[in-house]
């Protein structure tokens, strides 16, 4: 039975609507981490650093489709939530073709700096050759990667999660399979991973496309617009959060990437790649479910049903404090297993990665609160706050606990700086939460 955005949520009707958000996150990052295992097992290290280190840079470009997809969805849901369906589509459509200009522009941009960039990253010489190669090919699939971004979201405001979660998979399957047949059967290379990559993102983001612009049992459908100039700045603005997270967790990467290589080179780029890889993973679980219950507190903020966002909000601390628990225990007992998956072949690189590791998952134990309350306050509406937590904990805190505690402690200082700036992040979340809480009811 299909679960409307109106209806009261218990705990299991609440899961069960998020399960294909969340699913659909671990899937995406199932398959960029399938895409990591092929790299540097069947290429080598050198590439599979390469692919790291520039792909922070194509993350950047790909978060404005995020940042349309959050911040237009709970626009969206909450004009659902009023009653006027009409202009709900009109907003969607249009978010949808700007999307569509967009990556047209950053497409031409990131060809032309593509290169320059690399160097600004520190690559040169074999490095230097594979982060262009890489990122040109990747980039030619920019506009469905964006697309695939903010339909994640728009699937879930359109009451059809779990047709989100088909495409992703549809996309994941493809970017596995071809990684096989490019890699390992062509021996491409790293071009064949880059391939596989951005026929998968095409997938993912034309299939969804077409489903919004045919006729279907959704909420929502792509038709005739015009430039609702007041709504994409409202859009932009209430998913600065989301875009901010992004941008600064790339430009962070690149942070962590320069500290490494200054400490250990490239051995400790490739080390917290695989890192990036299983954090994605885990992440992805906190990222899902805020992706997927959004969506509701819009609807109940917009229809005015107090008591519903208060049920939603202790339910989803529940939830991020159990998750918080589970994934630290895993990530710690199975760091052998998930290092050696990567780099098993390479004694030395194995030992650094596992210890970085186990460093690194102490955060888990709190990250989930942070993600959740931007989410939060972007599904309110109130974009300012949800920007404020994502800019502080994603990357102010993160560059000043980079820079400063491997003065202290060494290498371990840099695997421990996500711990202290999610901490400090933690401290400002619940500020706001308890700040805000008689403003919005929850």
């Not at 290290?45 to 520039?54: E, G, M, R």
């Not at 899902?288 to 966002?309: F, W």
């Not at 942070?370 to 805190?397: H, K, W």
Request: net charge positive.
């Amino acid at each position: 039975m299909k679960i409307q955005l109106s209806e009261h949520f218990t705990l299991k009707k609440l899961l069960k609507f998020v399960f294909p958000s969340i699913v659909m996150m671990i899937f995406t990052s199932v398959y960029g981490v399938v895409d990591g295992i092929f790299v540097s097992n069947f290429v080598g290290k050198i590439p599979f650093a390469a692919v790291n280190l520039i792909m922070p840079f194509l993350m950047i470009l790909g978060a404005l489709g995020f940042m349309i997809g959050t911040g237009g969805s709970a626009i969206i849901s909450k004009t659902l939530g009023e009653g006027d369906k009409e202009k709900a589509n009109q907003y969607f459509s249009m978010l949808i073709y700007v999307i569509i200009v967009l990556g047209a522009v950053l497409t031409a941009l990131g060809l032309i700096f593509m290169r320059p960039i690399s160097i600004l990253l520190g690559a040169n010489g074999e490095m230097l050759e594979n982060c262009v190669l890489y990122g040109n090919l990747i980039i030619t699939a920019l506009i469905p990667y964006m697309l695939l971004n903010s339909f994640q979201s728009f699937f879930v405001a359109a009451g059809k999660p779990q047709l989100g979660l088909g495409a992703t998979v549809a996309a994941g399957v493809t970017n596995m399979v071809l990684d096989f047949v490019f890699i390992v059967l062509f021996q491409w290379g790293i071009a064949g991973a880059a391939i596989a990559t951005a026929i998968s993102q095409i997938v993912g983001g034309v299939i969804p496309l077409f489903y919004f612009s045919s006729k279907n049992s959704s909420s929502l459908h792509l038709g005739n617009t015009k430039m609702y100039w007041k709504i994409l700045l409202k859009t932009c603005a209430n998913g600065s959060s989301e875009l901010m997270t992004n941008l600064s967790m790339s430009i962070v990467n690149m942070l962590y990437n320069y500290k490494l290589m200054e400490y250990i080179g490239e051995d400790g780029v490739a080390a917290y790649g695989v890192i990036m890889y299983v954090n994605f993973i885990f992440v992805s679980i906190f990222l899902g479910y805020s992706i997927g219950s959004a969506p509701i507190v819009s609807y109940h903020y917009g229809a005015k049903n107090n008591s519903e966002l208060k049920n939603l909000f202790h339910k989803s601390l529940g939830f991020v404090s159990v998750v918080g628990v589970v994934l630290t225990v895993l990530s710690i007992s199975l760091s052998g297993v998930l290092s050696s998956i990567f780099v098993g072949y390479d004694a030395k690189l194995f030992e650094i990665t596992q210890h970085g590791l186990i460093i690194f998952s102490i955060s888990y134990l709190i990250c989930g609160f942070n993600i959740y309350g931007s989410a939060f306050f972007t599904a309110l509406n109130n974009g300012a706050i949800s920007a404020a937590i994502s800019f502080l904990r994603t990357l102010l805190f993160q560059i000043v606990s980079v820079m400063l505690l491997p003065l202290i402690l060494g290498l371990d200082g840099i695997w421990l700086s996500i711990t202290c700036a999610e901490l400090c992040a933690l401290v400002v979340t619940v500020i706001f939460l308890i700040t805000n809480r008689k403003k919005y009811n929850y």
